[in-house]
């Protein structure tokens, strides 16, 4: 049983399974006409210091429906690290909620609130990982292909939080993963690392290359991102002009497979990274994708916060 929700390496395949299956239930039991509030009494602290629709929206309504209670809490009256440390700010928490949800800048803050907080610390994105992400975007290619068994997922973009995230559940749930970005932008070493020898026992392929092009051949699943995320302002004029042969459009869509799906976390950069007529196309489940944020959320939150 873990406290927390950091990263999707921290969980064992059977746990993501027991989580994806418990996001399937959830869902089910919300259409057929609500969930059970089974987090009655409960309050999720909602820590953001970057911008966000998909994610907070979901914490707070997956609260709602489990019968508990969200509460947002914005860069100004936190200050984490600023205006109280970071230790602190999880001791207080500690006393007053029963769950932490937190979007953070670096990394290592959220390994803190972890270390710190006796309550259970979700990762709502940090510069290194998207972990909530990555169980709605296993949701989703779950719907859509009945598993993650040895599906060709390739990743088109910058090796960011959101690659990471999403190659990690590939190796874990043995989906084939295949990244290209350009030179430069490769996702960290460190994060490479985790997966290796997870996919050398699984079988499960892992690919790096630079050429969109041969990246999504085989790919029934493609994915971006957007090249600039959030704390990266300052690069975005140099990165417009290194990622357009990066671009998912109809063109590079046409080149993978018949059945492609094509995938995106939002907010999307249209005509950037995803040109309106694949984000609006047959192919696109973008939109599903952001609404199994709800249902996946629900699980986790299940899991960690009902005790
Ligand atoms: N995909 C995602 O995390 O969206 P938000 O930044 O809007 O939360
Ligand atoms: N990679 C993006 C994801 C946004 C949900 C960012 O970090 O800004």
């Given at each position: 049983m873990h406290k927390d929700f950091l990263d999707i390496i921290d969980y064992s395949p059977e746990e993501l399974q027991a989580l994806l299956d418990l996001a399937i239930r959830l869902k089910a039991e919300y259409f057929a006409g609500g969930n059970e509030p089974v987090l009655k009494g409960k309050t999720l602290a909602m820590i953001f210091q970057k911008p966000s629709l998909r994610t907070r929206v979901s914490f707070e309504m997956g609260m709602e429906h489990l019968g508990g209670h969200a509460m947002y809490l914005s860069p100004d009256?936190?200050?984490?690290?600023?205006?109280?440390?970071?230790?602190?700010?999880?001791?207080?928490?500690?006393?007053?909620?029963?769950?932490?949800?937190?979007?953070?800048?670096?990394?290592?803050?959220?390994?803190?609130?972890?270390?710190?907080?006796?309550?259970?610390?979700?990762?709502?994105?940090?510069?290194?990982?998207?972990?909530?992400?990555?169980m709605a975007d296993a949701l989703t290619i779950t719907e859509e292909f009945g598993t993650l068994k040895g599906v060709n997922v390739t990743y088109v973009g910058d090796g960011n939080n959101v690659a990471v995230s999403l190659m990690q559940i590939c190796a874990k749930l043995g989906a084939n993963f295949t990244i290209a970005n350009p030179e430069g932008y490769s996702m960290p070493e460190q994060a490479i690392e985790t997966v290796r020898p997870i996919t050398a026992e699984s079988g499960a392929k892992l690919t790096f290359l630079a050429d969109p092009h041969e990246a999504v051949k085989?790919?029934?699943?493609?994915?971006?991102?957007?090249?600039?995320?959030?704390?990266?302002?300052?690069?975005?004029?140099?990165?417009?002009?290194?990622?357009?042969?990066?671009?998912?459009?109809?063109?590079?869509?046409?080149?993978?497979?018949?059945?492609?799906?094509?995938?995106?976390?939002l907010p999307a950069h249209r005509n950037h990274e995803l040109t309106d007529e694949v984000a609006d196309g047959s192919h696109s489940r973008i939109?599903?994708?952001?609404?199994?944020?709800?249902?996946?959320?629900?699980?986790?939150?299940?899991?960690?916060?009902k005790g």
């Open positions: 009256e936190i200050g984490l690290g600023k205006r109280e440390s970071v230790a602190d700010v999880a001791r207080v928490l500690s006393g007053m909620v029963q769950g932490i949800e937190a979007r953070v800048f670096s990394h290592q803050h959220v390994l803190e609130l972890a270390h710190w907080a006796s309550i259970p610390v979700i990762n709502g994105l940090s510069d290194y990982s998207h972990p909530c992400q990555a085989a790919a029934q699943v493609i994915y971006t991102d957007t090249w600039t995320s959030m704390g990266q302002e300052a690069e975005t004029a140099k990165r417009e002009l290194v990622f357009p042969p990066y671009q998912v459009n109809a063109q590079l869509v046409s080149e993978a497979q018949d059945d492609v799906i094509v995938l995106h976390c939109f599903a994708e952001a609404h199994n944020r709800l249902h996946a959320q629900k699980a986790i939150l299940y899991t960690l916060l």
